[in-house]
């Protein structure tokens, strides 16, 4: 099992930033894939930025490129998201996700592809 934790969240103006962290514990040795996702009420799950972590390859949606970028800390055992330039439409719950990297049948920004997830954390951005 995997435990992940966000932190991070919270209000900010449009143009603003915000740094998301996830730490993972428990059996991590198995994750090679970690992704953020965010979600509003009445809409599905959307992946936004994911990393491979042992060769540091990432992936990112179309709508925050440029804006967002994902980090990993290995010897923290921990992921970060820094969102930059935020807009209104960046509101939602973010989550965070690992996976073992192998079900690569699916896109890593697919919520399939994912074993653990997180609680969530919530993102406000007001114009």
């Known amino acids: 099992q995997v435990q992940l934790v966000e932190s991070g969240g919270g209000s900010v103006q449009a143009g603003g930033s915000l740094r998301l962290s996830c730490v993972a514990s428990?059996?991590?040795?198995?994750?090679?894939?970690m992704g953020w996702f965010r979600q509003t009420p009445g809409k599905e799950r959307e992946g936004v930025a994911t990393?491979?972590?042992?060769?540091?390859?990432?992936n990112y949606a179309d709508s925050v490129k440029g804006r967002f970028t994902i980090s990993h800390d290995g010897a923290k055992n921990t992921v970060y998201l820094q969102m930059d330039s935020l807009k209104p439409e960046d509101t939602a719950i973010y989550y965070c996700?690992?996976?073992?990297?192998?079900?690569?049948?699916?896109?890593?920004?697919?919520?399939?592809?994912?074993?653990?997830w997180g609680q969530g954390t919530q993102v406000t951005v007001s114009s």
């Open positions: 996700a690992a996976g073992s990297g192998r079900r690569t049948w699916f896109s890593p920004l697919v919520p399939d592809a994912y074993d653990y």
């Open positions: 428990g059996y991590i040795y198995g994750t090679n894939l």
């Open positions: 990393i491979y972590t042992r060769r540091g390859s990432t």
